[in-house]
């Protein structure tokens, strides 16, 4: 079984629509990242959290939301939709010992504005 | 702030050649990490390779190697006999201790093609 899994994998809506991207991880990892990737860019960070009661803004983080629901588990939420939106989804982890601990990646999520 | 530029959009090489993908940054930080991330199509992101600054040897990991110039702020992937495996995206990335907490700054990456 996969370490980092989000669900879903792909998902089409239209504007307005409220919509959440799950992520889980088996890792044991303190810190959890969302990211988001446009064609032609690299990754950008949307949010961060270090803990379950630690959450930080990202670079991008205007028109997003995110909830730690537990040490293994981290949502992101649109809460009104729109189509720059539109891009592929990425969930990290980290082990949290260090500034220097290697993220993991889930498979990513694949979101569709209309 | 901290920067990451991959100056290749797309570069291509014939299977069992070598490649060499370039890499520059700009932090004020002393300490940080790069590396290297591979994306497939399958689009998992994948660590290809790291490098600790405070480190002068270049970080190698099976086919795959850096040559981390500290002073020129570069951090080129080089990929020996390269496999039609090979083939991805890759992105270079760098963390610092300073106030962005740990998180990775991305370049634009670069499109690598493997040719039979």
């Known amino acids: 079984d996969a370490d980092v899994t989000q669900t879903p994998r792909n998902r089409i809506t239209k504007t307005g629509k409220r919509i959440m991207l799950e992520c889980s991880q088996t890792k044991g990892h303190d810190r959890m990242y969302w990211y988001r990737q446009d064609p032609g860019l690299g990754l950008q960070l949307i949010y961060y959290s270090f803990d379950v009661k630690d959450i930080n803004k990202g670079e991008i983080s205007d028109g997003y939301s995110v909830s730690r629901q537990a040490q293994a588990k981290f949502s992101l939420s649109l809460e009104s939709a729109i189509p720059n939106q539109t891009a592929l989804y990425f969930c990290a982890t980290a082990r949290g010992t260090g500034l220097t601990d290697t993220q993991y990646f889930g498979p990513g999520t694949r979101l569709t504005v209309l | 702030a901290q920067t990451v530029t991959q100056s290749q959009p797309e570069m291509s090489v014939q299977e069992a050649e070598t490649v060499t993908l370039s890499c520059t940054y700009d932090t004020s930080e002393n300490n940080y990490y790069l590396f290297w991330y591979k994306q497939p199509p399958s689009r998992q992101m994948i660590l290809v390779i790291r490098?600790?600054?405070?480190?002068?040897q270049n970080a190698t990991e099976n086919r795959f190697s850096v040559n981390f110039q500290k002073a020129a702020k570069s951090f080129s992937l080089k990929i020996s006999d390269s496999q039609l495996g090979d083939t991805a995206m890759y992105f270079c990335?760098?963390?610092?201790?300073?106030?962005?907490?740990?998180?990775?700054?991305f370049g634009k990456g670069t499109k690598l093609s493997v040719k039979p």
């Open positions: 990335a760098s963390i610092t201790w300073g106030g962005s907490q740990g998180n990775l700054i």
């Open positions: 490098q600790e600054a405070y480190k002068q």
